[in-house]
């Protein structure tokens, strides 16, 4: 490990179980009610080695259920790892996917206080910040109502209003641009901007290969669980393509994010 790393994963591995139902009669089911399910072993990482650097900005893709998340979640120590061990240095703001940490039977204005709480505001600074959480995520009108009515795109713009806001060293974000309207991918992009510029670590992982071409200084591309490439965005985001067999057009796959291109252009010193 060098001085200057924020995280240090070493043959980080972890294996969930599959259930499977074994269809008998129902003469069996009622007689052995217990051994309907046999398990099968699933190796969602297998050791799994990186270090992102303190200030990086670190991109990690592949396709679904290649071990993305299950990786953020153990940085995250929401998950333990089965074996390998992992070094964060610094304080976390895990945006890991929707909902995660939410309570969706109170409000949002609740769910502010909590979340924001848990991940280190202290109350003045909570009453300092808790405007500017809502103005960001523009749902001052839904304040005082409850999560669970809220849309997908509504608790996305929710929590990655409270994960900006809150104190962070490394920042570990999970589809941040999936759900969201454009203009909120928009907003998410210039934050991410502003947070690469002063120097935070992010690890971020995304299906959209445009926005990681364009901020990631490193990319890790996992397939089944296992580190493929990790180098360049260019290098590693071309080979994805070429296996994936969507290499053209380029781009154009993302036609979304051609009106945003023009904030990408603007990224000083950025990559691509
Ligand atoms: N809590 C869990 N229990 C059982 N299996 C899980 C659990 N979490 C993840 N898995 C399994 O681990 C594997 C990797 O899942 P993961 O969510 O990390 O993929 P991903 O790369 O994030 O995919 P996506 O691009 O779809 O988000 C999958 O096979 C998934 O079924
Ligand atoms: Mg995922």
Redesign the pocket.
Known sequence: MTSTSAITAVDLSKA???PHETRGTLREHVLHPLRRTTHER?Q??QEVSFEVGQGEFFGVI??????????L?ILAGI?AQDSGTVDVRGRLSPFI?LGVGFNLELTARDNVVLTGTLLGLTRQQLDEKFDEILAFAELERFIDQKLNNFSSGMLLRLAYSIAIQVPFDILLL??VLAVGDESFQEKCYRTLIDIRHAGKTVVL?S?NLYAVARLCERVML?RN?VVEALGRPDEVIRAYREQEGTEDPWPAAAPAFEETKSVWEHVAGGPG
Do not use: C, M
């Open positions: 969930f179980s599959i699933n969602a990482l592949g396709p679904n259920g290649s071990g993305k998340s299950t990786l979640r998950y996917e999970d589809e992982v299906h996992l669980g």
